[in-house]
């Protein structure tokens, strides 16, 4: 897939709300292709069924005027997790210290029975507020089988 970054608008008694959002489709290079979908559409619903605080929130699905799915999700505006240590000058400790809050996320994920698949320090962000947030479920595996 690829992500934008996007505007997500909702009105509600004539007031207007706008916050920006990560916007991911399927790669616009790539034909639509069932199987393709079919694994997109799964990693909505993976995201859809995972509400953590460290973990990137799923907010909204839809179509392209072109047909292909897209899913809203929150934009973290924040730094990978090595960028983030490095930045701060953490020392060892401090970096498993940071490290341990990320655990909770990945435990609630397989509670759920998602694997991630694909932990690695450019799908971990650190919002400006210095919360980690786990992102891109787009290889994971359900119970044992990959989706």
């Excluded at 920006?20 to 993976?46: H, R, Y």
């Excluded at 400006?128 to 989706?147: M, Q």
Aim: proline share 4%; net charge neutral.
């Amino acid at each position: 897939g690829v992500v934008y970054l996007a505007n997500y608008t909702e009105t509600f008694d004539s007031e207007t709300f706008t916050k920006q959002v990560a916007l991911k489709t399927i790669n616009p290079q790539l034909k639509i292709e069932p199987k393709s979908i079919k694994i997109f559409l799964k990693e909505i619903k993976t995201l859809a069924e995972l509400e953590h605080p460290n973990i990137a929130r799923f907010l909204d699905i839809g179509t392209s005027e072109k047909g292909k799915p897209f899913f809203v999700m929150e934009y973290v505006d924040g730094v990978s997790l090595i960028e983030h240590c490095n930045q701060n000058k953490f020392s060892i400790n401090e970096r498993l210290d940071f490290f341990r809050r990320l655990l909770d996320a990945v435990s609630y994920s397989h509670q759920k029975g998602f694997i991630h698949c694909d932990i690695k320090p450019n799908n971990i962000l650190v919002d400006s507020k210095g919360t980690p947030k786990l992102i891109d479920f787009g290889i994971a595996s359900k119970y044992g089988s990959f989706i």
